[in-house]
């Protein structure tokens, strides 16, 4: 065999080996970046201390499912199996400006130098408010949420976050949660009705009511405002109907649960 032909040889052999060692990534790793979208919406949905796994390959709840459907087609895919939105009734009676700046704290953590624009993105949200039903009601303000929403995406993707989470400190990256899943959240929970209003449910009746584009509950509030006292952030539950208060809480929530979820905890 001449030098060419072992050369040509190395370098095929070379590239099945790339090619082995990517499928092998693919098809084994077990944070693959679809069962980590599926994972987080679980946590999202029912809670961080329960275990995923009930509810992972569970046929009768789609909701991982449609959260993974909807991520798909924030990053360009077309929908598709989607059953519905989680909450469809509307508040009435809100007092709050729900397109005003967020809470003054978390303002002041946002870094102000120059963000990636991502209008791909923002068309998409667009789009989403176009196949939604329930936010009809607010149809007429569709542009300034779409504007609401795409600005507080870009604006927090910058921020760390500290937390005490009992004895723990920790500092969360928001940069690590994808805005597409943010978004998909958002549209799975409320089709991105800012005025969205869950019911109690028979299951969590101490949650009380939950509310805005990722239908935040009372409960779990009061928890986030814990975690966050040290950073004066103490949102109420009228504030949550802000859209950039409630897009906050919803990614510091995502952004624990992922960091307990790649601990194992």
């Known amino acids: ?27 084994f790793n077990p944070h693959t970046p679809s069962k980590i979208v599926k994972e987080l919406a679980i946590l999202y949905n029912k809670g961080l201390n329960i275990d995923i796994s009930e509810y992972f390959n569970e046929p009768s709840y789609s909701y991982p499912e449609d959260v993974l459907n ?29 397109f005003e700046s967020g809470d003054r704290s978390i303002e002041t953590l946002i870094n102000h130098s120059v963000k990636k624009k991502k209008p791909f993105l923002k068309e998409r949200i667009r789009e989403a408010i176009g196949l939604s039903s329930t936010v009809q009601p607010v149809i007429s303000n569709s542009e300034k949420i779409i504007n609401a929403v795409y600005n507080a995406l870009l604006d927090f993707s910058t921020i760390e976050v500290p937390l005490r989470v009992g004895d723990d400190k920790v500092l969360l990256s928001l940069s690590d949660i994808e805005p597409e899943l943010v978004l998909a959240i958002c549209f799975k929970e409320s089709g991105f009705n800012p ?61 624990y649960a992922r960091e307990q979820l790649l601990k194992g905890d």
């Not at 090619?19 to 098809?27: G, K, W």
């Not at 924030?74 to 598709?80: A, P």
């Not at 009372?218 to 004066?232: D, F, R, S, V």
């Open 70 to 98: 909807a991520y798909r087609f924030f990053k360009g895919k077309k929908l598709s199996n989607f059953h519905g939105f989680a909450v469809t009734r509307t508040a009435s009676n809100v007092s709050v400006d729900i």
């Open 1 to 27: 065999m001449n030098k060419n032909n072992s050369d040509i040889l190395t370098f095929t052999l070379f590239l099945v080996l790339i090619l082995a060692i990517s499928i092998t990534i693919v098809f």
């Open 195 to 255: 005025l969205a209003l869950g019911k109690v449910t028979e299951e969590n009746p101490e949650f009380r009511y939950s509310r805005g584009l990722m239908q935040i509950y009372q409960k779990t509030l009061y928890t986030l405002n814990t975690w966050l006292a040290e950073t004066g952030i103490n949102i109420s539950p009228e504030e949550l109907w802000n859209i950039r208060n409630n897009i906050f809480l919803g990614m510091v929530y995502l952004a």
